[in-house]
């Protein structure tokens, strides 16, 4: 079946350290991937995304790029700040379907 | 300004008296769904509709009635409440095409007595 695993949380950082979050999938086709943010207190918004194999997504600093050898995709940040402690989603959706498929979430904490 | 809203935000209750918790977006999204976050577990599909009076099972339904009267609106119903149904539920919505850039409500935190 379709799956997400990321590395198990919780992450705690401090400010302008750099961050990393795994996350592998498993599927059927060629899905697009996604990450998702979770402030406190909030619904999920969606941070990046990518389409297809080798496509780099961007947003607020934050990178990933979409490896189809390792089937992985991986969030960057180069130096992270307070204002980024949140919980942070890696999702897939299988081409044609629609539903999201969630990895377990990695709650991050930066420390000032 | 675009968003989802999911009310109520909190909600106490006990096992057995049913509940609904509303879902509105003002998006015109075909596409709407409800997820249950558990921890460890992250975001499980509890329905989902792809328009109007079409909607399906996701992951995990045992438990959870849903309707599409109206393209806005996706209420979620629990006729019957039980404990192992304690969990923060989310609404999100969609256009119906290959970007499905879903939007979510800010969650509805259910306590099942």
């Known amino acids: 079946g379709n799956s997400v695993t990321q590395m198990e949380g919780p992450v705690t950082l401090s400010e302008e350290a750099f961050l990393t979050i795994n996350c592998t999938y498993t599927a059927t086709g060629y899905p697009s991937l996604f990450w998702y943010v979770q402030y406190p207190g909030e619904g999920l918004q969606l941070l990046l995304k990518a389409t297809k194999a080798d496509d780099k997504g961007s947003n607020k600093g934050f990178e990933a790029t979409y490896r189809k050898e390792t089937t992985s995709f991986h969030l960057e940040k180069g130096s992270v700040q307070v204002s980024d402690s949140a919980v942070y989603f890696c999702a897939l959706r299988i081409q044609g379907a629609q539903k999201l498929v969630f990895g377990q979430g990695t709650r991050l904490t930066i420390n000032p | 300004e675009a968003q989802v809203t999911q009310n109520p935000r909190y909600l106490i209750t006990v096992t057995g008296k049913k509940l609904t918790v509303t879902c509105s977006q003002n998006m015109n999204h075909e596409y709407m769904s409800w997820y249950r976050q558990d921890p460890g577990l992250g975001l499980r599909q509890i329905y989902y509709?792809?328009?109007?009076?079409?909607?399906d099972k996701g992951d995990v339904p045992e438990g959870y009635k849903v309707s599409r009267k109206e393209k806005r609106n996706f209420p979620l119903i629990l006729e019957s409440p039980s404990p192992n149904q304690t969990s923060l539920y989310f609404c999100a919505s969609s256009f119906g095409d290959r970007t499905n850039i879903q939007y979510f409500g800010a969650g509805t935190r259910l306590s099942v007595l």
């Open positions: 509709s792809m328009n109007v009076e079409v909607t």
